[in-house]
T-cell receptor, first 114, second 111 residues
Framework: EPEVTQTPSHQVTQMGQEVILRCVPI?????FYWYRQILGQKVEFLVS????????KSEIFDDQFSVERPDGSNFTLKIRSTKLEDSAMYFC????????????FGPGTRLTVT | GQSLEQPSEVTAVEGAIVQINCTYQ??????LSWYQQHDGGAPTFLSY????GLEETGRFSSFLSRSDSYGYLLLQELQMKDSASYFC????????????FGGGTRLMVKP
C-alpha cells in the first residue's frame, strides 16, 4: 500500500539555525500539506500546496516558513531561523483530490530546537 | 474561524461500545472527518461525513447532524488496540483544503 514518507525521523537543531524537513507524498496525489503537533496538543494546519503553489496557509506559517516541491517527488518544509517554540512533530500529508476529507499522513519528523 | 469540542478522555472495557462526540462551529461547513492517532504515531484517516446520517466502516461508524453542528464516532466490539487518541476535524469551504482538528479524545480500553 502506498504511503507518505518523511525524513529525518528526528532532527535536533540549535536556535537560529535553518532546517529542511523532507516528505515524499503518495505518487498519484496532487495536494500536499504540512501540519505540526506540539507534544500533547492537537494537530495544527500549517500550509497546503497544489499545482506548485501555496493554496492556503495558517497564521503559524509566517515568513520564517517556506515550502517547495523541488522535483516530481519531494515536498519540503524549510524553517529559516528556528525558535524554541518550533519544537514539535511535523507531519506531511497528501490527498488525491482537493476535497480534503481523506488525507494520508506521513510518520512525522520530530524537531527539537535547543 | 473554526472551533471543535470533544471530550478529553474516555475509558471503556474490551468488547464494549463507545461513542466519542464532537461539536463544531464553522461558518462554511463542508465535512467532518475522524482520525485515529496512537502514541508516537501519525494520524490515520477513519471516516468522513459530508452529509447527515451514519457512515459505517467495519467496527467504526460515524454520524453527522449538520443542523446540530454535531457528530460522533462509534466504536463497537472494542479491542485493546483501539486505545489511542481520536480527533474530529472539519473542513470549511471558506478555508480551502485545510483541516481544523479538535483537541482529541484519548480512549483507554481496559481488559
Amino acid at each position: 500500500e502506498p504511503e507518505v514518507t518523511q525524513t529525518p525521523s528526528h532532527q535536533v537543531t540549535q536556535m537560529g539555525q535553518e532546517v529542511i524537513l523532507r516528505c515524499v507524498p503518495i505518487s498519484n496525489h496532487l495536494y500536499f500539506y504540512w501540519y505540526r503537533q506540539i507534544l500533547g496538543q492537537k494537530v495544527e494546519f500549517l500550509v497546503s500546496f497544489y499545482n506548485n503553489e501555496i493554496s492556503e496557509k495558517s497564521e503559524i506559517f509566517d515568513d520564517q516558513f517556506s515550502v517547495e516541491r523541488p522535483d516530481g517527488s519531494n515536498f519540503t518544509l524549510k524553517i529559516r531561523s528556528t525558535k524554541l517554540e518550533d519544537s514539535a512533530m511535523y507531519f506531511c500529508a497528501s490527498s488525491r483530490t482537493g476535497q480534503g476529507s481523506e488525507q494520508y499522513f506521513g510518520p512525522g519528523t520530530r524537531l527539537t530546537v535547543t | 474561524g473554526q472551533s471543535l469540542e470533544q471530550p478529553s478522555e474516555v475509558t471503556a472495557v474490551e468488547g464494549a461500545i463507545v461513542q466519542i462526540n464532537c461539536t463544531y462551529q464553522t461558518s462554511g461547513f463542508y465535512g467532518l472527518s475522524w482520525y485515529q492517532q496512537h502514541d508516537g504515531g501519525a494520524p490515520t484517516f477513519l471516516s468522513y461525513n459530508g452529509l447527515d446520517g451514519l457512515e459505517e466502516t467495519g467496527r467504526f461508524s460515524s454520524f453527522l447532524s449538520r443542523s446540530d453542528s454535531y457528530g460522533y464516532l462509534l466504536l463497537q466490539e472494542l479491542q485493546m488496540k483501539d486505545s489511542a487518541s481520536y480527533f474530529c476535524a472539519v473542513r470549511d469551504r471558506n478555508a480551502g483544503n485545510m483541516l481544523t482538528f479538535g483537541g482529541g479524545t484519548r480512549l483507554m480500553v481496559k481488559p
